[in-house]
Antibody, heavy 124, light 112 residues
């Protein structure tokens, strides 16, 4: 059974930092691209960042470029995102999502499994 | 980025009746390598993460009831529930994965 377990969310002041983690199990982690998808309270879904299976290729949505860094440790079956210079508008539930292929092209962005999410609140 | 637009924003349907949700992309999402459309549908119930229902526009994910169907090509796509059940109340999202992944704004489905 595929499981994705996020952690690291919480309350942080504007300008602060957080590191989210996602521990994966039930599949061969190093064979698939992974993504962080966020959902602001009462809003829709936004793909924030994607990383290919070996960590060599990454994607960021424009609003987080230069502030967020996605990474993975295949030896630990874990996906990360380091979030710096956080803004109020980054407040959201952050989901870890498994892609359906190794690369970030096409099926790598087809999300077949999702974690339960971790809430990040940016507020003073 | 490809913009995905769903209609309607909300929908109320009687139990046992048909529900239809539309999704339009701002450009074609047809993948020439396999001649399939890079279009997925997700269902999100309150307090839960999204659940994949369809991919390649019309391929049903394992375990999804056959009262759900996906159709369409190019820029216009449809999710249909043939006979609505109470457990189908949710927000439904379309997503294209042809380029940078983008989602529709969601359609809230309720019981009339």
């Amino acid at each position: 059974e595929v499981q994705l377990l996020e952690s690291g969310g919480g309350l942080v002041q504007p300008g602060g930092s957080l590191r989210l983690s996602c521990v994966a199990s039930g599949f061969s982690f190093n064979d698939y691209a992974m993504s962080w998808v966020r959902q602001a309270p009462g809003k829709g879904l936004e793909c924030v960042s994607t990383i290919n299976n070996n960590g060599g290729t990454t994607y960021y949505t424009d609003s987080v470029k230069g502030r967020f860094t996605i990474s993975r440790d295949n030896s630990k079956n874990t996906l990360y995102v380091q979030m710096n210079s956080l803004r109020v508008e980054d407040t959201a539930v952050y989901y870890c999502a498994k892609g359906s292929a190794a690369t970030i092209a096409v099926a790598g962005k087809l999300f077949d499994y999702w974690g339960q999410g971790t809430l990040v609140t940016v507020s003073s | 980025d490809i913009v995905m637009t769903q209609s309607p924003d909300s929908l109320a349907v009687s139990l046992g009746e048909r529900a239809t949700i539309n999704c339009k992309s701002s450009q074609s999402v047809l993948y020439s390598s396999n001649n399939k459309n890079c279009l997925a549908w997700y269902q999100q119930k309150p307090g839960q993460p999204p659940k994949l229902l369809f991919y390649w526009a019309s391929t049903r994910e394992s375990g999804v009831p056959d009262r759900f169907s996906g159709s369409g090509s190019g820029t216009d796509f449809t999710l249909t529930i043939s006979s609505l059940r109470a457990e189908d109340v949710a927000v439904y999202y379309c997503q294209q994965y042809y380029s940078i992944a983008t989602f529709g704004q969601g359609t809230r489905l309720e019981i009339k």
